[in-house]
């Protein structure tokens, strides 16, 4: 059995992420894509990140695509967002884990440049429990090779050049110094090189792509982050960047080695999308774009800070907020509703509509590197207001969430008579001086989450706890 999480398939190879399910896996996608392809061949673009076990899957994926009579194309190691970039009018297979441990690997399915939709995945999951043959002998396929990375790295640092033009072609990050923490993942074969292509002057470190991690572990945390902080600490550094395993994720550090908060990063990108769209500065980019202006939107989710409402609603645009692990669904419903996407992002992951449909941590960094080098980064911190932030976990069993929420629909708002309320994810208060708190449940643990931002945060999270233990309790879920 095959059972897709928020991102994709992923866990131990000997128990999860066998050969045997990225054989299934690799021929319920190539049999999608025959039932759905006009194409008499359809191609699938199957990539990998640098995990030992990468090769071994991925040949397993190939059989199976091969087999279904689908066309694999083997892209070799690379970062995720290159695969989603190659996957643009095809089908796309990725062997990653992300920032998981090195005993771990994953499978994410993309289709013309976005993550499969939960729809697509079900049939994944339906066609790998109906074990029927492969294609008839004549229909199997063999393995082409296409080398995706230098067109990628030139289309992120084209776009970053048309929407920060300079007066030098190649001039757009001309002076600034960044260190680059690749974390011994893809970001090594895509970020120092976008970077140094867009003009600056790049220190890269763990850029030497290892399965093993052995610089640190793959998910970059303050924790795992000390040596970046130290290096740019002690150099003369405008800027530090760390990613995950699969170049999707990014943090960012300011010249003094600090971490800055990933909401202020999102609401830096996200203003500056937000005006560019009002101004119209962004017309040329694609069919869709001349008409951002209208009413131009960000995508984020429930437990992002009010900092990027801030934000966005200055710079004439609105914010709309999805459940995690559903920026795609987010996207999707505020095209339907009339509104253009011009950004999406949740914690350390960004979709950048301008450049492509997917999450892509290398388009952020070089991004975020032609912001600071045009603008500098403490003029773009300026605006935003970074307020002190809180994540509690109340102990709640799964049996008794719901009727806790219940309570708390109506308790949460009686403590705070002044907010502005939402149920639409959990319940959302926002206060009048721009404090808010979200309280919803764990989907994958016994608990109630609250996350608190405010000047005051920590008598919110002191009633807003105790409301929540109190609803807990009433719902039966209480200490005996």
Not at 170 to 194: H, I, K, W
Request: glycine letters at 10%; hydrophobic letters at 40%.
């Amino acid at each position: 059995m095959v059972e897709f999480g928020t991102a994709g398939i992923r866990g131990s190879v000997v128990e999860t992420v066998t050969p045997a399910v990225a054989l299934a896996v690799g021929s319920a996608v190539g049999r999608l894509a025959v039932e759905e392809s006009t194409a008499s061949d359809p191609e699938i673009v199957i990539g990998r990140d640098g995990r030992l076990t990468g090769p071994a899957l991925t040949a397993a994926v190939e059989a199976g695509v091969a087999a279904a009579g689908a066309i694999p194309i083997r892209l070799g190691t690379v970062p995720t967002p290159t695969l989603a970039f190659e996957s643009r009018g095809r089908y796309g297979v990725m062997l990653t884990a992300s920032h998981n441990p090195p005993a771990d690997n994953g499978i994410k399915c993309f289709v013309d440049g976005q993550e499969f939709d939960d729809d697509r995945e079900a049939r994944i999951e339906a066609l790998v429990d109906d074990a029927s043959r492969p294609a008839d002998f004549d229909a199997w396929q063999s393995p082409r090779h296409r080398e995706p990375l230098p067109d990628y790295r030139a289309a992120v640092a084209a776009s970053v050049r048309e929407q920060l033009p300079t007066d030098g072609e190649s001039a757009t990050c001309d002076g600034l110094r960044v260190a680059v923490d690749c974390g011994n993942g893809m970001a090594a074969l895509a970020t120092p090189q976008v970077l140094d292509t867009l003009g600056a002057t790049v220190v890269a470190l763990n850029a030497n792509v290892d399965g093993r991690f052995p610089g640190r572990p793959s998910k970059p945390t303050p924790e795992t982050l000390g040596d970046l902080r130290a290096f740019v600490a002690d150099g003369e550094f405008d800027l530090g960047i760390a990613h995950d395993g699969d170049a999707d994720r990014i943090v960012i550090l300011d010249g003094d080695g600090e971490i800055i908060h990933e909401d202020s990063v999102v609401a830096m990108l996200a203003g500056y999308y937000t005006r560019r769209a009002v101004s119209g500065d962004d017309a040329g980019n694609d069919a869709a774009a001349a008409d951002r202006g209208d009413d131009p939107v960000v995508v984020t989710t429930p437990n992002a800070s009010g900092r990027i409402d801030e934000q966005v609603t200055a710079a004439g645009g609105r914010v709309e907020r999805v459940r995690l692990g559903a920026l795609h669904e987010g996207i999707a419903a505020a095209e339907r509703d009339g509104g253009q996407v011009v950004f999406a992002a949740e914690p350390w992951k960004h979709i950048h509509p301008a450049f492509g449909g997917w999450i892509d941590g290398v388009v952020s960094a070089a991004l975020l590197s032609g912001l600071v080098a045009t603008h500098g980064l403490d003029a773009l911190r300026e605006p935003i207001t970074e307020r002190p932030y809180r994540k509690v976990s109340v102990d709640c069993p799964d049996g008794v969430k719901a009727a806790a929420m219940t309570t708390l629909e109506s308790s949460l708002p009686e403590a705070f008579p002044d907010a502005t309320v939402s149920l639409e994810h959990g319940v959302r208060l926002t206060l009048p001086d721009g404090s808010w708190l979200l309280v919803r449940p764990s989907g994958t643990e016994p608990y109630i989450r609250l996350y608190a931002e405010s000047g005051s945060v920590d008598e919110l999270v002191e009633t807003a706890t105790e409301r929540i233990e109190a609803a807990v309790a009433d719902a039966g879920g209480g200490a005996d």
